[in-house]
């Protein structure tokens, strides 16, 4: 499905899954801005690669000045975005009593606020234009009993619930509002932290046996920003090799 002429917003694509959600909506005709404190050289290779104009900028996306300030030289840079990927994410491993008020307020910034202060950026330029596609990242884990993880279970159970409220309010503008819930997925920033000992027990728990990878997420990204998933919207789909059944 072509995306020629679409401009689209990509949250944490720098590398992993925003990284390869990038790259496909370049190879089908987007052009793409992300927002990351990472370097984006290597997502502005493949982007370009893929045919596709490419803009980023260092953002503290849980910041509201730096989102409108993003917002603002992607609108100069590029135009205006219809497509927006809340693909931003951390996964800090804490057991609950160790959790401070600083530790809960930076994931709820980065992994829900976030997604609030980008839609609210771009929502009316898909207002105006009469067609949009926002895609959340959620969870799995909302699903599964994993421990030390009471902070990160919540914003990706919030991230379902604002995905849902916003569904309702702008479907009748041509805006479509999901979200896709991954397992874990393995990628250099996976594989360096605690979770890497994760693995081989989540593979043998699903239905297709092995690690996911970024690759098998950005089909179903790929069909939520398309014509052919217009009338699907409010959804949270599980993508994760039948880990999650139901």
Not at 32 to 40: K, N, Q
Not at 86 to 109: A, H, K, S, Y
């Amino acid at each position: 499905m072509s995306l020629e002429g679409k401009i689209a917003v990509v949250t944490g694509g720098a590398n992993g899954i925003g990284q390869a959600f990038s790259e496909r909506l370049a190879s089908q005709g987007a052009n793409v801005a992300v927002a990351d404190i990472a370097d984006c050289s290597e997502t502005k290779a493949k982007v370009e690669a893929a045919g596709g104009r490419f803009f980023s900028s260092e953002c503290d996306v849980a910041e509201p000045a730096a989102v409108t300030d993003f917002a603002e030289q992607v609108r100069k840079k590029l135009g205006d975005p219809t497509i927006l990927i809340n693909n931003v994410g951390i996964f800090p491993l804490q057991p609950f009593e160790e959790i401070t008020w600083e530790d809960w307020r930076r994931i709820q910034g980065i992994n829900v606020d976030s997604q609030f202060l980008f839609t609210k950026a771009f929502l009316s330029g898909m207002k105006a234009a009469g067609w949009g596609r926002i895609v959340n990242l959620s969870s799995t884990v909302n699903w599964l009993m994993i421990p030390t993880y009471v902070h990160y279970i919540t914003t990706k159970a919030a991230t379902i619930g604002f995905t849902r409220g916003l569904a309702n309010e702008v479907g009748n503008h041509g805006i479509t509002v999901n979200a896709i819930a991954p397992s874990l997925v393995k990628n250099a920033t996976t594989e360096a932290s605690p979770l890497a000992g994760m693995f081989d027990a989540l593979a043998q728990a699903q239905a297709i046996q092995r690690s996911q990878v970024p690759a098998d997420i950005v089909g179903t990204m790929a069909w939520l920003v398309s014509e052919d998933a217009a009338f699907v919207t409010g959804q949270t789909i599980h993508v994760d090799g039948g880990l999650t059944k139901g």
